[in-house]
C-alpha cells in the first residue's frame, strides 16, 4: 500500500508556474513508477506526465510537452511536477498516482494502470 499526498497547487496567472509535489509513504517508493493526470469540471480525467521508477524514461501529454517537467528523488520519497507557462486550459484538478509494475510504454498513459491515487490539488490559471 502506497499513500499519496499532492501539494502545490494554488491560483496562477496565465504565463505563470506552479510546482506540485507528490509525497508517498508506505511502501517502497522507488519500485514504483510515477505519474499526474488531471481532471477539468465536466471532463474525464486526463494523462498529463510520468516518470519510470528508475528514472529513466519520462512521458507527457503533448499538450503539456515543453511546458511542464517531471522529476522525482527517490531519498525523498517525493515527485515534482514543474509547469511553466501556464495556460487557463491548464486549469484541473492535478492528480499524482503510482504503480508498481508498469512495463509497456502505452501503460503510463492509462488512468487504469494506476492502482494508487491521491487526493488531488487545485490548479487554477487565470486569464
Known amino acids: 500500500q502506497v499513500q499519496l499526498l499532492e501539494s502545490g497547487g494554488g491560483l496562477v496567472q496565465a504565463g505563470g508556474a506552479l510546482r506540485l509535489s507528490c509525497a508517498a509513504s508506505?511502501?517502497?517508493?522507488?519500485?514504483?513508477?510515477m505519474g499526474w493526470f488531471r481532471q477539468a469540471p465536466g471532463k474525464e480525467r486526463e494523462f498529463v506526465a510520468a516518470?519510470?521508477?528508475?528514472?529513466?524514461?519520462?512521458y507527457y501529454a503533448d499538450s503539456v510537452k515543453g511546458r511542464f517537467t517531471i522529476s522525482r528523488h527517490n531519498a525523498e520519497n517525493t515527485v515534482h511536477l514543474q509547469m511553466n507557462s501556464l495556460k487557463p486550459e491548464d486549469t484541473a484538478v492535478y492528480y499524482c498516482?503510482?504503480?508498481?509494475?508498469?512495463?509497456?510504454?502505452?501503460?503510463?498513459?492509462?488512468?487504469?494502470?494506476?492502482?494508487?491515487w491521491g487526493q488531488g490539488t487545485q490548479v487554477t490559471v487565470a486569464s
Open positions: 516518470i519510470s521508477w528508475n528514472d529513466a524514461n519520462t
Open positions: 498516482a503510482a504503480d508498481p509494475l508498469l512495463y509497456y510504454n502505452y501503460e503510463y498513459y492509462e488512468s487504469s494502470e494506476y492502482d494508487y
Open positions: 508506505g511502501r517502497t517508493f522507488s519500485n514504483y513508477a
